[in-house]
């Protein structure tokens, strides 16, 4: 071989090598990099030999968690497989074709829960946490009479929890738990109830005089809530049996919305200052509340911490209502996309939150790096508040 051949061989060789690089480099940018709020692209997959309603829920599933979908050229993970009874799934990247992320048959169960548990394996397999298979509560709206109901994250095998033919409200899950706290006049006071899912039974938790509502529960089973018994609604705690209620907070503004840090040592809350609502965060054992300074926008209430603590979600109340996060010890704030009531998945990646759409509220559901957005369409009428069990 000639000196020439030679030479044009290693440079051949060089580009295929550095094409693999960073081939290799992107998908590791694309999955692992730090998430960088409404400034990611999303990551391209391709998806094929899926029919019917398999092939809708895996684009759902896919979507909502930063995917989007091109052909299988552009795509740095290939999805193939087939529903044909029994749902058979395989993912591979575009670099290595030959040595599959999953490849697996899923069998008993509804198309519905098959896909979601492919989704889930090939999330897994590629560093997240999987969410197809996790439950949301949330609030029927229905004027005078509401209810709260749970369903999959994807609004599948929603059900009625509540029966009070009234008022209902802020419904929250109990960490690891098939249990909610929530609100309801059925007492003809706005009281907190709990409620265990996995035996159907529920007792009146918080029935003190005035406002019992707004229950937030912290990973160790403390509950944060506002009660307004000491004239003006603060934010207090106690124990997961209602045992050792302290005050944490003593204005004379309407305090709202507390939600823990994952360490549960703090409650990060609503409330006004000179008039202007601002985000508060207080020690759960006590102590003087500290700013959570969101730079940029004005009026933010409905604070949700994520699970890997690094951020909050609120809404911000301006001239519309928009989603937006901060990072959680305050800064510069990323507006996301119009709505409220955001609630975190426990990948800490996606958001379900309110959307108004002519006179009624849909929930829909947010990837937060990508500010990709899908109703959640299997849940229809008037619905709001809802909350991601974690």
Known sequence: MNIKKIFH????TFVLSAAAICLRAEEEINVSATVNPGNMPPIWVSLSGFTGEADSILRFDLYVQGFNFTNADNALYLITGSNNGNLQGRVTTRANKNNPLVSKGYTGGSVVEQSHMFVDEFVTAIGRKGIARTKVAFKKDGGANSEIYVADFDGYAGQAVTADNTIVAAPTWVPGKLAVYYTSYKLGNPNIFFHDLSSGQRHVFSRYSGLNTSAAVS??????????????????ACGADGTGLIRLTN???????P???PDGQWICYAT?????RVLRKVSASGGAPQAVPTA????????????????IAFTSQMRDFEICVVPAGGGAVTELVAG??????????????TRREGGKRVLSLLDVPTKQYKDVSRITGSNSQPSWAK
């Open 9 to 12: 061989l290693g440079i051949l």
């Open 219 to 236: 990973p160790g089973g403390r509950v944060a809530m506002i009660l307004s018994k000491g004239g003006s609604p603060d934010v207090y």
């Open 251 to 257: 204005t004379r503004e309407d305090e709202s919305s």
């Open 259 to 261: 939600c823990w840090s």
């Open 272 to 276: 006004k200052v000179n008039e202007r």
């Open 296 to 311: 940029g926008v004005s009026s933010p209430t409905e604070p949700d911490w994520s699970p890997d603590g690094k951020w």
């Open 340 to 353: 409220e009531d955001p609630s975190w998945a426990p990948n800490s990646r996606t958001l379900i939150f």
